[in-house]
């Protein structure tokens, strides 16, 4: 078995006209084409690319020694003789084209002591059984562990020894680096790292500085050649090196991407915007649609609305503000302004609940003889459709209400004033980009429920405009949060049928539909604990509503609830967003740990909406790990949406800024962290925004590089 990961087994390229800028084909030729395509959706497109792909770990590896020198957690090189192997084949898990895999088990006596200690591989085709079982003594490399009190090593590196003075390979790696890459794309790291190595060893010492010199001065930066070699080991790390090198990569990530949002917000503004008026006494007259008054923060976030809707250039303004705050309100009313100058609306929802939620209640807001509303949901039929396309492309709709689909290609409109965009973090960027290049400069008004900690509006949103709703409106109760465990289960079921004594509603979440043979047996779904909570209260209705139910049955079943046909509706998180049922009292979620913290501040939201209060259950009638216990206490003791959305940042990551994703990529965010290195984060800024209105000539140089980068501007 060969060592693929040692430095000594680093290739050498024939290609000697490669430079930084040349496409991943030229070094790895043909042969590697699925490699290559892999690596490109990953967006990994050119050598300097591969840069950014960054060790998991560079360990120092030991000389050969004696048993008596394992340490938990530390490689450990060792030579043993074979004392008995035993293999059993894992029927659950099968291989490539279906080959049976094996767990094995060696115990291994030392050469250099009488200490026995056990090597085990898991899901090993049968070529390691016969390797290891054919061997008297091997040599093997890897992680020391400790299991059931005993010392073991799980699948390590190993060669075959015909006696315990052969020489091998480990023997020789003493204080060699051992480098582990990240797997990339279903590549995985063994693999990533030999690529890494055919990069010829003159470009390392020749990365082009990006940096303007006067910032590189100022900071007293490493360059950006040395900073690479220290992160890839090309140049024998010291922690002094390595903090140095990480500092210079993580102000240049943030550098980078400040440069390329004030591009995007400078392209999206270009655009000449159709103006959108409306006098003082017409939107008086457009409030009166409400049996309430606008709260302050409302009134403001309005403010900047109409004045973004008159202006000449496209509004790209985001509504933030948490669960009931009234951002619906401030949607609306902009809608009410761009149909009354004969213009057209469209609403993006992330889930065919909340639309048929935002079509019923905008029927009941707007005159249908005066305004066409219609729905268009991925279950829409095709003669449906095909009808509101056309509709559309006349318009003879003014406003449509739906999911992903109004991103489609066939939906085109007469004239779109207005994109109206709910619960963006839904979403990637990439959508947003495509709704509203449906009409050239048409607005656009992003509405999310979960607040935007700064340093995420200044990259992930930094190409818009934030106003956020703080006060909420009058009458609320609020809601109070209690972690359940399975010795106050009873007490929590004791809750409900007080609650429902009282005539009140009940909503309980679940994660999954049907049970599932690739998820843990506490995991509960919902036909699971529909039938149980039928069982706990025969006396009361209780139903089932998921996201795979057709439109008509998801909306007669929010109509029966809404109405009190239903008292406890078992639900998956289809009701995050959009369902106001004042009625609804308690939220009990099963298996939170199942969910983000912003998903559970969600779902909270939907009880506590009116004059009742309102009460949220986290349900664990199992034992969880430590830390799902302290990430579910951060919501039982927050109500503060943005602290929660801080600490749900720093789990999920902040998603890919130029392009698709939403939930972390390995080719945005590669070492910086907005959370950890905020303050670095706003410095790049400052320093980012100085030198472009300071017309730097340096920086003018990177605008025009960037400018010509079409990810940051279209769909990817």
């Known amino acids: 078995m060969r060592l693929n990961h040692l430095n000594s087994s680093t290739k050498k390229t024939k290609s000697t006209n490669l430079d930084w800028s040349s496409p991943l084909e030229s070094m ?63 029927f659950r898990v099968r291989g490539k084209a279906r080959a049976m895999l094996y767990n094995i088990s060696v115990h291994v006596q030392d050469t250099l002591s009488e200490k026995i200690i056990s090597l085990k591989w898991f899901n090993s085709y049968n070529s390691v059984t016969q390797k290891i079982s054919k061997a008297t003594y091997i040599e093997f490399m890897g992680e020391a562990s400790l299991f059931n009190g005993q010392i073991q090593f799980a699948n390590p590196d190993f060669f075959q020894l015909e006696s315990p003075d052969d020489q091998s390979p480990f023997v020789t790696v003493a ?11 279903t ?55 390595e903090a140095q090198a990480e500092n210079r990569l993580i102000y240049e990530e943030f550098f980078e991407d400040q440069i390329k949002i004030y591009l995007r ?30 709260t302050p923060d409302q009134n403001a976030t309005m403010i900047d609305v109409r004045r973004d809707l008159q202006g000449d250039h496209p509004m790209m303004r985001l509504v933030q503000g948490d669960v009931g705050c009234g951002k619906t309100t401030i949607a609306m009313l902009a809608a009410m302004i761009v ?29 249908q003889k005066e305004f066409k509303i219609k729905l268009l949901l991925g279950s829409t039929s095709a003669k449906e459709r095909k009808v509101i396309y056309q509709e559309l492309l006349d318009g003879n709709i003014q406003f449509i209400i739906g999911t992903h689909s109004l991103i489609q290609d066939n939906v085109q409109f007469k004239e779109l004033g207005l994109a109206i965009i709910d619960e ?101 779904n919902l036909n699971d604990v529909l039938q149980k909570f039928k069982s706990y209260f025969p006396e009361h209705k209780v139903e089932g509503l998921h996201g795979q139910m057709k439109s008509d049955e998801k909306a ?37 740990e199942r969910f983000g913290l912003s998903s559970l501040h969600q779902l909270r939201g939907r009880v506590g909406r009116g004059e009742k209060p309102g009460f949220c259950f986290l349900v664990n009638d199992k034992t969880i790990s430590h830390l ?89």
Not at 60 to 84: D, M, Q, T
Not at 232 to 239: E, F, I, L, S, V
Not at 340 to 366: K, R
Request: hydrophobic share 40%; charged share 25%.
């Open 187 to 241: 590549i995985p790291g063994v693999q990533i790292k030999k690529i890494i190595d055919r990069i010829p060893t003159s470009l390392w010492s020749s990365i082009p500085e990006t940096l303007p010199q006067a910032i590189l001065n100022r900071k007293q930066f490493l360059s950006l050649s040395e900073s690479f070699k220290v992160i890839h080991a090309k140049t024998k790390p010291t922690p002094q090196l």
């Open 424 to 524: 963006q973090h839904k979403f990637g960027v990439d959508q947003r980009i495509r709704l509203t290049s449906k009409t050239e400069g048409s607005h656009c008004l992003i509405m999310s429920a979960t607040p935007i900690p700064r340093s995420l509006s200044l990259t992930q949103y930094g190409d818009l405009d934030i106003s956020t709703i703080k006060v909420m409106p009058a009458g609320r109760k609020g809601h109070k949060t209690r972690i359940v465990t399975e010795e106050t289960y009873p007490q929590f079921l004791n809750f409900i049928k007080t609650r429902l004594s009282l005539r009140e509603q009940i909503y309980v979440v679940v994660a999954a539909i049907n049970e599932s043979a690739e998820v843990e047996q506490d995991f509960h």
């Open 175 to 185: 204080n060699e680096l051992k480098i582990q890459y990240p797997t990339v794309n």
């Open 28 to 90: 790895l030729g043909k042969a590697s084409t699925k490699t290559v395509d892999k690596l490109k959706i990953a967006g990994i497109k050119e050598l300097r690319d591969l840069l950014w792909i960054f060790p998991l770990r560079i360990i120092e590896l030991p000389p050969l020694r004696s048993f008596e020198h394992i340490e938990e957690s530390r490689i450990f090189i060792g030579r043993a003789k074979v004392l008995n192997v035993q293999s059993k084949p894992n």
């Open 628 to 716: 799902s216990m302290e990430r579910l206490k951060v919501i039982e003791s927050n109500t503060d949406g943005f602290k929660i959305a801080e600490e749900d940042l720093k789990i999920r990551g902040e998603g890919d800024l130029f392009g698709t994703d939403q939930s972390g990529s390995i080719s945005q965010k590669r070492i910086a962290n907005i959370v950890l290195h905020s303050d670095v984060l706003y410095e790049a800024r400052k320093d980012a925004l100085d030198l472009i209105h300071n017309h730097d000539p340096e920086i003018e140089k990177l605008l025009l590089k960037f400018s010509n980068d079409e990810r940051i501007f279209t769909t990817v």
């Open 556 to 592: 007669q079943m929010f109509h029966a609830f809404k109405n009190h046909q239903v008292d406890i509706l078992v639900s998956t998180s289809v009701i995050e967003v959009g369902i106001n049922v004042l009625n609804a009292t308690v939220m009990a979620i099963m298996n939170p």
């Open 339 to 367: 149909m009354n100058n004969g213009a057209q609306v469209a609403l993006m929802c992330p889930t065919e609940a909340l639309a048929i939620q935002h079509f019923v209640s905008t029927l009941d807001l707007f005159d």
């Open 265 to 294: 917000r400078q392209y999206f503004k270009k655009p000449k915007a159709k103006s959108y008026k409306s006098s003082n006494e017409l939107f008086a007259k457009f409030c009166t649609h409400y049996p309430y008054r606008l």
